[in-house]
């Protein structure tokens, strides 16, 4: 039977995919941490680890995509994450991934796509390379950015983008993964010091 691993910190969603995986497949383990991920592979060379993208301790998934596939050639990856940006499907391509697809599909779309990734397909969603930046920020989330080295509060950012304050809120969660800063004064001065504040005003 196909050997697969789960890379989930969500207690609920990891035992939401072993009950789906449960009849074809054998799941021979769940990791929370993504950078075990790879001692996992060692110990039980799985056919197929289901990745998500940010785990527990803030461990990345892609990253340990990366690591799998330099020391593992046949092992496939599936990342299943919540994540649905661009900038994420393009660094799940980067790191030499299999297939994306996000958790709020059926259950018949995620046994699809992961017969079709052992299958030797490469699932992934549709990526229109114009609206990513070099480290994979969204010409919104770009957007925010600017807004957040403006000094604007979220109420502020939401009425000038015309968006909710709930998504203001996700884009900066994303802001500060992607650009690895943990709080708004830090990704104002990673913005600035790359040149962020620049090229957005020049758009």
Known sequence: MIKVLIVEDHDILA???KSILKDEYEVVGVVKDAKLTFLY???FNPDLVLMDILTANNSSGIDACYDIKEKFESIKVLFITGFDGVGYIKRGMDAKGDGYITKDKSKEEILDAISRVLKGEKVFPFVNTDDVSEVGLTSKEQEVLFYVCEGLTRTE???KLFISEATVKTHLGNLFFKTNTRNRT?????AVTNGYVKNIKNK
């Open 157 to 159: 950012i939401a009425e």
């Open 41 to 43: 592979c060692q110990k």
């Open 186 to 190: 830090e990704l104002a001065i990673y």
């Open 15 to 17: 035992e939401s995919l």
